[in-house]
């Protein structure tokens, strides 16, 4: 079992900046960032494997980086140049065991509770 706490959510204007931070109770390959908004389909946003590889989806790419502590079981989200279309309920995902980046949160097992981001404009 893996537990993920997510924290760093807020609000903030349009063109802030935010980092989302989450906790995990043990290492784990494959780490990622999700979100939804309301009434919106859950969206892969950024993930990244044990070694650093990553991938992002189009909409954040230049904007968002991801990036993990392998030390202290921590994945991070910065997240530069807010807008009001990324204003969701963001959660943090992980797998054990797998050795690729994905963006599909399919193949995910492990999820926390989610942290909201709030952008106005």
């Known amino acids: 079992q893996v537990q993920l706490v997510e924290s760093g959510g807020g609000s903030v204007q349009s063109g802030g900046s935010l980092r989302l931070s989450c906790a995990a109770s043990r290492f784990t390959e494959r780490m990622g960032w999700f979100r939804q908004a309301p009434g919106k389909e859950r969206e892969g946003v950024a993930c990244?494997?044990?070694?650093?590889?990553?991938r992002y989806v189009e909409s954040v790419k230049g904007r968002f980086t991801i990036s993990r502590d392998n030390t202290k079981n921590t994945l991070f989200l910065q997240m530069n140049s807010l807008g009001p279309e990324d204003t969701a309920m963001y959660y943090c995902?992980?797998?054990?065991?797998?050795?690729?980046?994905?963006?599909?949160?399919?193949?995910?097992?492990?999820w926390g509770q989610g942290t909201q981001v709030t952008v106005s404009s």
């Open positions: 995902a992980a797998n054990v065991g797998d050795l690729f980046p994905s963006l599909d949160g399919r193949e995910y097992n492990y």
């Open positions: 990244i494997n044990y070694v650093g590889s990553t």
